[in-house]
């Protein structure tokens, strides 16, 4: 066992043979197949205590604890890639932090300092690298959350909290691969309104948007599409990803998504695609976009490609839209060339195969 200041290492006494890993990383999916160890740091007397790296198990909660009856839960998501020279790098780790306490401050939780978010991430991946994968689209998902865990049955914020930290070996998001999906635009449910909870990452936010989700099965479809509270006439994102159109305007290839609004979830992906885009030569912008501009855009031949992009799916073509009262087909079904490009260019600077001109890639070991 190991001790520092912050954290305390205390590796598993049961770690896998070879055999038995392998026989792990074979097919992980997502979300899945999970590492050997996990990071947890308490939160109590107005400070950060010292946490601990152990092995991977459950957690005891007394049935009085308050996130289970108020929802005080965020959580974030960032990944771990191999390099060709066998080193591992993490893929903007520090946005992923400085977004987790923006949602920790809008639930009313405390922050957690990013130099301490980034530590717990390094330490996990350095005791755990052999989880993670070397093929090209595959990564290490981190996950870290945090919740309140005082025992008590008051509607007040939680004097005390617990950040967890733990890691799944990742394939590709959708059981198809990358091949473009099917969505359905919900007009019954709403993800987010103007002054709630939308632009963080809280457990309620996805437990809201389980039914739309549901309905978007019953309808043939993979991913639901939310439009705005208000009027249920702007676009504002797919599932728990941001959506990207792809048109032709004046000679110029366009790459646009929703701008932010309070409403949305600023991606990291997202805000990295935008780049990417200009990289590329494209003009990126963030606008409006109606449903009725949609349909108009894809009959005239203006837009070209749609996608979905976040850190669990990268960037995913959509191939179908289904509503209620109409269909239409992007790109007769097919991935789009600009999609397949920034996707690329994406993968390529987080496997270390392209140069990483904007700082984007973390070394760990």
Not at 131 to 142: K, T
Not at 150 to 179: E, I, K, Q, T, W
Not at 269 to 296: H, I, N, Y
Not at 297 to 315: K, L, P, S, W, Y
Request: net charge negative; glycine share 8%; proline share 5%.
């Amino acid at each position: 066992m190991t001790t520092s200041p912050t954290l305390c290492i205390s590796p598993s006494a049961n770690r896998l043979t070879q055999d038995q890993l392998a026989q792990r990383l074979l097919n992980p999916g997502f979300g899945r197949v999970f590492t050997e160890h996990m990071v947890v740091i308490p939160y109590q007397d107005d400070a950060w205590q010292q946490g601990e790296l152990k092995a991977y198990g459950p957690l005891s909660l007394d049935p009085s604890t308050s996130a289970l009856h108020y929802g005080q839960a965020i959580f974030e998501g960032f990944k771990a890639f191999g390099q060709d020279d066998g080193s591992i790098k993490t893929f903007r780790p520090q946005a992923n932090a400085e977004r987790f306490n923006r949602s920790a401050r809008r639930l009313a939780m405390p922050d957690l300092p990013v130099e301490r978010f980034i530590e717990a991430a390094d330490e996990l991946i350095r005791m755990d690298r052999a989880w993670v994968p070397r093929n090209s689209g595959e990564s290490l998902y981190l996950r870290p959350l945090m919740f309140a865990t005082d025992a008590f049955l008051g509607v007040r914020p939680s004097l005390s909290y617990l950040f967890v930290l733990f890691a799944s070996p990742a394939g590709a998001y959708f059981a198809n691969g990358v091949h473009p999906v099917t969505v359905w635009i919900s007009e019954d449910y709403v993800r987010a309104a103007s002054g709630g909870t939308g632009e963080a990452k809280c457990a309620g936010n996805y437990a809201a948007s389980l039914v739309a989700q549901a309905q978007a099965k019953e309808m043939g479809c993979e991913q639901v599409v939310w439009l705005d509270a208000a009027k249920r006439e702007y676009i504002e994102e797919m599932g728990g990803m941001n959506l990207f159109f792809v048109s032709r305007e004046n000679g110029k290839t366009i790459v646009a998504t929703p701008e932010l609004s309070g409403t949305l979830l600023p991606g990291i992906t997202r805000l990295s695609v935008l780049q990417l885009a200009k990289d590329l030569g494209f003009e990126a912008v963030e606008r409006k976009l109606s449903v009725t501009q949609w349909r108009e855009e894809i009959a005239d031949g203006r837009m070209t490609e749609v996608f979905a992009c976040g850190t669990a799916a990268v960037i995913t073509p959509v191939g179908h839209v289904k509503a209620k009262g109409f269909e239409m087909q992007i790109n007769n079904g097919q991935n789009g060339e600009v999609t397949m490009a920034l996707r690329d260019a994406l993968l390529n600077i987080q496997h270390g195969k392209a140069p990483d001109r904007h700082g984007w890639m973390h070394s760990v070991c």
